[in-house]
């Protein structure tokens, strides 16, 4: 009776972290789905390349800072919340090198990690050069 | 009535007189020291986003021995968390936890983990800067936890952003949920205490009441004392007003979290995140892992088990010295 009974009780604690599991499972399938469907951009407006005096111009969009870094003549941005746990990074002109300072993940020009503990480089937001004109291109969806 | 004049005749082994013996009791007076100052706070204090750096500036800077009631829940919530950490060692070091007391340690070790939740919350309703990005990556660590990590995070923040209502959901937490079960977990420690008796029998005893009572408060008036001489010192600060758009050079969390902001620097991140996971559950069920690798592997299995305690402390010891210099 009581082998009975603790078999009866593990196969539901084994049927709920399966329905669990499921269910966690399906939510990330459906916002994957959702994300890829609805993804949408438009392009603004971030500037002149004649204007840019350093190496990196900041320009804030929504709830975030982008950082448009001059390679010569080409220009890319960046998004700078590190990859790692969501800190900013800042350019450090002197070592051409963007830092986060929470835990130290360093990345290059071409946002790569270089060293510390980020998982990715930083985003790279596609941007378009037009007649000296910076054109950024950034999600229609507050998340994207 | 009768068990409570029985309860209060107790006696108590001699042991109990060596500070080194008696460190639970320290942060059991510190906690209704924390309740008491946390009162005097909520007076004040404005659970909004927007509102909530003014308040604690008006308590620090403005309100009349505000700096006082402050300093005293800072440091005593540092001096709460310091004591808990050394009466865990204690305990680890003289063996305490074994049988029959392994459930005392389960109910201590969940104490120091709601202690940590507690001082987490705390730090993150003052909205400046340190407590903007604590907020931001505590809740980033919790967001990167396998499968369940984006639902914790929103849980954590009320939607994808910091926002009024992670401060909500943070002060309910910090006032309310924590201190709750703290008191819940500090009842159940106490009453396995009393059932499953103290590691250190020794054959001189001495009273309850009112011996060991005199003792304790005069460590509790001592404690006072010096929390208040360090809140004269060192006033409790409030850096600049939070800016979700920059992070501040050199930002680190409280002391207490200095092992993990250090091994979350050193690893990559899934790595940083499972292990301390692990560790938490190693650390609550480490009783019952000690025994079962006595029987599995015998005392060699046992050595191995405690010397990777005493690296693990080790560790801990050198990240807090070494993030408290650099």
């Known amino acids: ?144 | 009535m009768k068990i409570n004049i029985e309860f209060l005749n107790e006696e108590l082994p001699e042991t109990l007189k060596d500070f080194f013996y008696a460190l639970g009791g320290t942060p059991f007076f510190l906690f209704f020291l924390q309740v008491f100052t946390g009162i005097f706070l909520l007076i004040y204090y404005i659970p909004s986003y927007e509102s909530a750096y003014e308040s604690v500036y008006r308590i620090t800077y403005t309100i009349p021995m505000g700096w006082w009631i402050r300093g005293l829940h800072r440091y005593g919530a540092t001096l709460f968390i310091f004591c808990l950490f050394l009466h865990m060692i204690r305990v680890f070091v003289t063996n305490a936890y074994s049988s029959p007391r392994e459930l005392t340690w389960v109910a201590g070790g969940i104490l120091l983990i709601l202690s940590l939740g507690a001082g987490f919350t705390g730090y993150s309703l003052i909205n400046d800067q340190l407590s903007y990005w604590a907020t931001k990556v505590g809740t980033e660590i919790a967001g990167s936890v396998p499968l369940i990590g984006h639902w914790l995070s929103v849980l954590i923040k009320g939607g994808e952003r910091i926002s009024q209502f992670t401060v909500s959901r943070l002060f309910t937490l910090h006032i309310f949920i924590i201190p709750l079960l703290l008191a819940v977990f500090i009842a159940a420690h106490l009453l396995l205490v009393r059932k499953y008796g103290v590691s250190f029998e020794a054959e001189r005893k001495y009273p309850l009441i009112p011996e060991h009572l005199y003792l304790e408060i005069n460590i509790f008036i001592f404690l006072l004392t010096f929390i208040t001489l360090i809140s004269a010192i060192f006033p409790p600060e409030l850096g600049e007003r939070a800016n979700p758009l920059r992070t501040p050079s050199h930002i680190k969390p409280e002391w207490y979290f200095y092992p993990l902001y250090l091994f979350l620097k050193l690893v990559p991140l899934k790595i940083g995140i499972m292990v301390p996971i692990l560790f938490i559950f190693i650390f609550l069920l480490y009783p019952f892992i000690e025994k079962s690798c006595e029987r599995l592997a015998g005392r060699g299995g046992v050595l191995l088990l405690r010397t990777a305690g005493v690296l693990l402390y080790l560790y801990f010891v050198l990240a807090i010295i070494r993030e408290s210099i650099y």
């Open chain 1, 1 to 144: 009776m009581k082998q009975k009974r603790r078999l009866f009780i593990s196969r539901i604690l084994l049927y709920l972290a399966g329905f669990f599991a499921f269910l966690v499972g399906l939510r990330h399938l459906w916002m994957y789905v959702v994300r890829r469907l609805k993804r949408e951009s438009v392009q603004i407006f971030a500037g002149r390349i004649s204007d840019m005096k350093e190496d990196v111009k900041e320009i804030k969009f929504r709830d975030e800072i982008l950082l448009i870094i001059k390679k010569g003549g080409k220009v890319e941005t960046f998004s700078s919340t590190c990859p790692h746990l969501g800190c900013k990074v800042e350019w450090i002109p002197s070592e051409k090198r963007f830092k986060c300072p929470c835990h130290g993940a360093v990345f290059d020009e071409n946002g790569r990690v270089l060293s510390g503990p980020a998982p990715s480089p930083l985003k790279k937001i596609p941007t378009d050069v037009k007649n000296d004109e910076i054109m950024i291109e950034v999600g229609l969806y507050y998340e994207d």
